[in-house]
DNA sequence: GTGGTCTAGACCACA
DNA sequence: GTGGTCTAGACCACA
């Protein structure tokens, strides 16, 4: 499944959740119109407390990523996502950072990181869209 | 100056001093044998709580960046850095999967992040060792 | 059309159609006397419960907007509304408030907003009565 | 004193918070850099539940109003805000729209608006700055 | 002491 | 049935 969670991981429930759903819809596991499944669902699916999946409902919401129509569910958003280029811009560099310095520390030469992102790159392309 | 730290950001304080110092060492800022500042003179210097300064040298000491030497003082390692290459390459991988979440939110093809990401390693490598 | 709905809207559907159906008898759209459609009619119409029309209709008889004449259907009131003045005034009084508020964050100078509101002023003015 | 809640209000605690802040910020009560009470604080203070302070609080930083810096306390944003100008922009229309039908039903011209919101925008002017 | 997370549970507006 | 609000209370990371 798509949606795991990892109740021992130091990252907080609910931002393991948006992770994983703007991870699917990146990947076109979601797609624009889907219905989400709804908070008490998600919530004895995962065995998790309908509070936490509203929270994270409610912030994919607010990233613009997902929309509630009241009463009828929640949708993947349709309109493009508007998000802010600035601050995603500095967190992709920021991420990249961190990649150079943990192979540093990995002891991995700079060619091999480049085969790697590379390799990253290809299977996200044709995993795309795969069930 | 390489260690400056946010505190506005949402990641801890301490994991912020322990990311600088690591990228630091990783790009010849601090070299093998060199002397950290002392507890409180950081502390002073960037004020910030010391317990704060003092977690980041424990977390340093445990990943074998740095060596406590008693009543001297605290000095970059010398010894090469022993580092979980299991978990390196497993953070790795999320690294490189979050880049390209991000990437889609942001409009950014994948051969824009490619090129992105050459640029980043080119600088990196150039600036090694610089000031 | 001149009653367009909302269902991502974060008010209530049935708020919005109170609110369209007000501005319509305002504008002169709906005139004293004019029939309304019938619940079920407006529910398939504008694909939404039947109950939330129901519901509109209500609130709309409440402020006198309305009237139902016993199994004639549904019409624009013809008697002069009856609306609490005092009531009226308090909300007018907080609509300009929060425009006050929303300006400053928009960085919308008070000479802006007022030419603004002059235009709308007029815009309101000569539309009065269009189709 | 500005931070008044209805709890008998339909608008909910948190949102009556949010408007609150937003508004203190607007007049110049709350100036940037000016410390907030914390969480508990205010809880105890309007004798409102600690979770409900903290909701409204994490809308304030997340639309750039406040900033938390860790463990020193929730702080009026230095930063310019930013506002989603087209979002705002919209309200703002909106808002005008209502006042334009309240004051029909009111019976209140076009031209005693005009005044009531020039007098509104002057008093606004006159007591920003004032405690 | 500070805010953040999570649970359990109640109640409510809306459709 | 759907999500939104609020409370009470516990626990935790951080500084």
Avoid: C
Avoid at 81 to 88: A, P, Y
Wanted: hydrophobic share 40%.
């Amino acid at each position: 499944m798509w949606l795991d969670i990892d109740p021992r991981s130091s990252t907080p429930i609910y931002v393991q959740l948006v992770q994983r759903v703007k991870e699917a819809v990146a990947r076109g596991f979601l797609r624009p119109g889907d219905r989400m499944p709804t908070v008490r669902e998600l919530a004895s699916l995962l065995m998790i407390n309908p509070n936490t999946i509203a929270k994270a409902y409610q912030r994919l919401e607010q990233e613009g990523i997902i929309e509630t129509m009241r009463s009828r569910g929640t949708f993947v958003a349709v309109g493009s996502v508007q998000i802010n280029k600035e601050q995603g811009r500095k967190k992709l560099t920021e991420l990249i950072h961190d990649m150079l310095v943990e192979a540093y520390y990995l002891g991995i030469s700079n060619e091999e990181l480049q085969s790697l992102f590379m390799n990253s790159l290809q299977d996200w392309e044709n995993r795309k869209g795969e069930q």
